[in-house]
């Protein structure tokens, strides 16, 4: 199993980035997957959740309204849309194969003027 997380960066407060992980070696329609970020404070927090076949999705309340997850299957591929970016929102954001320890290496994201 392999998950590469690319698009992270540096963007001024209010901006956009678009993260993507690219999975490989299972079934990747088969699983729901997710995304996570994780900064000294706070630790590791879920950010979205996209099911399997991109039906349904869930926020952390911290991200409602300014992100947006989804799929691609036949790419094998989930995003992250992240609108209206704050300094808060700085973090290494990771993509998760749902209810497994299936990793990316992360991707860091900085909000700053």
């Known amino acids: 199993v392999k998950l590469v997380e690319s698009g992270g960066g540096l963007v001024q407060p209010g901006g956009s980035l678009r993260l993507s992980c690219l999975a490989s070696g299972f079934t990747f329609s088969n699983y729901h997957m997710t995304w996570y970020r994780q900064t000294p404070e706070e630790g590791r927090e879920l950010v979205a959740l996209i099911t399997s076949s991109g039906d349904s999705v869930s926020y952390a309340e911290f991200v409602k309204g300014r992100f947006t997850i989804s799929r691609d299957n036949a790419k094998n591929m989930v995003y992250l849309q992240m609108n209206r970016l704050k300094p808060a929102d700085t973090a290494v954001y990771y993509c998760?194969?749902?209810?497994?320890?299936?990793w990316g290496q992360g991707t860091q994201v900085t909000v700053s003027s």
């Open positions: 998760r194969r749902a209810a497994t320890q299936d």
